[in-house]
């Protein structure tokens, strides 16, 4: 079994600044890729910014500039600096990882919880 579990959010208020960290543990054999996607009340769960494997980062125009993704690796663990946040950020933050299991190499597409980040003064 593979679980994904977030942590970081929170309150804000309008520019202020949040960190979202996504720790992946269990059978792990090696992971393609690491993003988070956000869903706001009444809209579709969007993607906010994944980075895959090598470094490779891609970020939703509304958070570039704004929001950097990195990853450890060694951890299995995904985090997402969250800088200038504005009231439209607010929304369930999810990770998502791509997962190659041991058990039979095969790539399964993995979820987190969620976690609620609100900006608002």
């Known amino acids: 079994q593979v679980q994904l579990v977030e942590s970081g959010g929170g309150l804000v208020q309008p520019g202020g600044s949040l960190r979202l960290s996504c720790a992946a543990s269990?059978?792990?054999?090696?992971?393609?890729?690491m993003g988070w996607y956000r869903q706001a009340p009444g809209k579709q769960r969007e993607l906010v910014a994944v980075?895959?494997?090598?470094?490779?980062?891609n970020y939703a125009d509304s958070v570039k500039g704004r929001f950097t993704i990195s990853r450890d690796i060694a951890k299995n663990t995904v985090y997402l600096q969250m800088n200038s946040l504005k009231p439209e950020d607010t929304a369930v933050y999810y990770c998502?990882?791509?997962?190659?299991?041991?058990?039979?190499?095969?790539?399964?597409?993995?979820w987190g919880q969620g976690t609620q980040v609100t900006v608002s003064s």
């Open positions: 998502n990882a791509e997962i190659r299991r041991p058990s039979d190499f095969l790539t399964y597409n993995y």
């Open positions: 269990g059978r792990i054999f090696s992971i393609n890729k």
């Open positions: 980075i895959i494997s090598g470094g490779i980062t």
